[in-house]
């Protein structure tokens, strides 16, 4: 059914972020393993356990330029080796299209690039809004030890770029050093630099 053609309302749990009306789409650890820089951490513990990374909302909503589309993103908690779950991160394929996050709870950050090398990176804690501008490539991290809670809005015809992220990278990475997130540079992504 889509949704959208007239007023309706949706649950989104305050608990765990999750609709109860509607599936949500789910990345195992098998889904986005090349993401993290630890390569054979990845494979190890995914040889142990196909562990549940993200899931969010693509609600069937119309897709017109005056339409929003919006849901959860719940980011859970653990690491790779010492990088924190995360997801993918995304362009989106109007590049022209920003969007807002609304942490609804858990504790993480939100890396943000443009093309230009331009980036930031920010907390998100329960009842903190995040505009990530247009341009920018978005990924939420997960520092804590709950699942990450975030409710987003953009504009429903912006559409995805995940392609760009897959294939370079982002210039940082959030990894776990003594207890503590810290922002790094991307190994990977130098040594893709260096090699063109
Ligand atoms: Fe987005």
Redesign the pocket.
């Known amino acids: 059914m889509t949704l959208g053609n007239a007023s309706f309302n949706l649950i989104f749990s305050l608990e765990n972020g999750l609709c109860p009306e509607r599936e949500s789409s789910k990345r195992h650890l098998s889904d986005v393993k090349n993401i993290f820089y630890d390569t054979a951490e990845a494979e190890k513990i995914l040889a142990a356990d196909d562990q549940l990374i993200y899931e969010f909302y693509e609600l069937p909503l119309p897709q017109d330029d005056g339409d929003l589309a919006f849901g959860t993103s719940i980011t859970y908690p653990g690491t790779i080796g010492d990088e924190y779950y995360m997801t993918k991160g995304?362009f989106?394929s109007i590049l022209n299209t920003a969007?807002v996050y609304y942490c609804l709870s858990g504790s993480g950050m939100m890396m943000m690039e443009n093309s230009d090398g331009q980036w930031e990176c920010r907390e998100l804690s329960a009842g903190t809004a995040l505009y990530?501008p247009k341009g920018f490539a978005?990924r939420s991290i997960n520092i804590g030890t709950r699942p990450l809670v975030s409710f987003?809005c953009?504009r429903a015809d912006?559409g995805?770029d995940y392609k760009t992220i897959a294939s370079q990278g982002f210039r940082h990475l959030v990894v776990k050093k003594n207890d503590r997130p810290s922002v790094i540079e991307n190994p990977r992504w130098k040594a893709q630099a260096n090699d063109d």
């Open positions: 995304h989106h969007e990530v978005h987003f953009f912006a995805h």
